[in-house]
């Protein structure tokens, strides 16, 4: 039984004390850096294999300080608050530069929780859109390696296939799952919440130098509401609310294929001119 | 001249090297320890005073680990990337307990960002309401001191009246200001960031505990623009997208009274039963 490329991606090795060493993955290369899911994911692993881990991921927030290197780095991620229920997690991702000084790439903090039986109703229903099976894939060849580890059913608001300026919203819809398949679970959500490409290029038809400060996810599924989704597809919506100076927001929804809402996911993303 | 009752709940003195103490505001106070958005302010006031400050606030994350204690805290801030035009920052708030040990209360993230002129658009106009002049005060008594320190004018989905379980939906829509009047900047913006009662209070119109778990601040206004503000009227929009397991999260939109989008804000936050 091989390894899904996923799981070589974000695996890494305990030194102890929430400390951990792990390597970028190829099958994962952005333009500059691996693609910003993948970190997300690599980062939540080191709370998901932390021996103190109490409960399930409910929220996460990844700060890109910079292009992680292709190479080894560090992790460590240091439980700074355990209550009843919920725990409060810090880490950070370093690599030691050229100079032979350690450089902190990523900041992240996340809380998990033991999630319980509550009222419970989800405002946002899936939008109608045709079933997966009814949706051409995406064939545009991508410059990235990253993209072909997702399997993308563009609904509405896909990537321009003419860079000519004309945009004029941001609301994108899709399919997506992992390719090769893969079962889901928290790490690899983390990892489908950075999925999107950015905004700006579809609100402009201008492909302009992009790239992710800070990501949140919400999980609304746990552990195992994940485990039924099995292979599904997930449906990704994502819109912007303001370019301003320099920068735009992103908010997006992620729902299972039979409907529930699995995440909420929010992020603020640098772009050039 | 006395200073404004804010400046005063988010003073802090520097010890050095990015550390400072400082103590809860009874002015600001919630039912359990202070109101979340004094807290986050005081936290971003830690990064505002620093002597390596570069740029101006884009993003904060501030994760609510424990009830801050009424009286005195510590704050750290500290910068742990300086790149060209960005600055990554990490936070946190801890106390003394009863025991003599220092506890973690709050941990955070900042970026700042030197903000530069680009091509820049809002695709959240302002919803079209009535004037603030036109809408009636919210005029509920309050349990808590701190609602004291906004003038609220609910549009839509006002605290209920009655807790007969008929709630239907989450949206809250009102106009509000500091009380007393105070020109508005990056750390008011912060604090009224967190102005909304607990979406599922209105949902389900009924009244249960909830407390933000963690909540993040992307600002579109830089300082310059909320400099316009002034002692202006701000619009607030919220609403939930999943009540589950014990949690739900909340997305909310800040605008001016002239209808510039000034940020937008989610929140993960905890519900009983």
């Known amino acids: 039984m091989s390894t899904h490329v996923f799981e070589q991606a974000i695996a890494l090795t305990a030194t102890g004390d929430g400390a951990y060493t792990g390597a970028t993955s190829p099958a994962y290369a952005n333009m500059i850096g691996p693609y910003g899911g993948i970190t997300a994911a690599t980062v939540l692993n080191g709370v ?149 490409f950015p905004r700006v290029w579809l609100r402009r038809a201008t492909r302009v130098a992009a790239g992710t400060v800070s990501m949140t996810v919400y999980f609304h599924a746990g552990v195992a509401q994940l485990a039924e989704c099995g292979h599904g597809w997930t449906l990704g919506q994502a819109r912007a609310q303001a370019f301003r100076n320099g920068f735009f927001d992103q908010t997006a929804l992620l729902w299972s294929e039979s409907g529930h809402l699995l995440c909420s996911t929010h992020q603020v993303v640098y772009f050039k001119e």
């Open 48 to 196: 998901m294999q932390h021996p103190a881990l109490l409960g399930e991921p409910l929220s996460l927030t990844v700060n890109f300080c910079a292009a992680v290197a292709d190479g080894t780095f560090e992790l460590s991620a240091q439980p700074v608050r355990t209550n009843r229920s919920t725990q409060h997690w810090v880490m950070s991702l370093t690599q030691t530069d050229a100079s032979g000084e350690r450089q902190t790439v990523v900041t992240a903090s996340a809380v998990t929780a033991a999630r319980r039986d509550t009222w419970s109703v989800d405002d946002e229903p899936m939008p109608e859109v045709p079933a997966p099976q009814e949706v051409s894939p995406y064939t545009v060849p991508s410059p990235v390696e990253w993209i072909r580890r997702y399997e993308m059913r563009p609904v509405e608001g896909a990537i321009p296939d003419e860079w000519d300026g004309s945009g004029s919203g941001s609301l994108s819809r899709l399919w997506f799952r992992d390719a090769p398949a893969r079962p889901l679970d928290m790490c690899g959500l983390a990892a489908q919440a950075d999925v999107f």
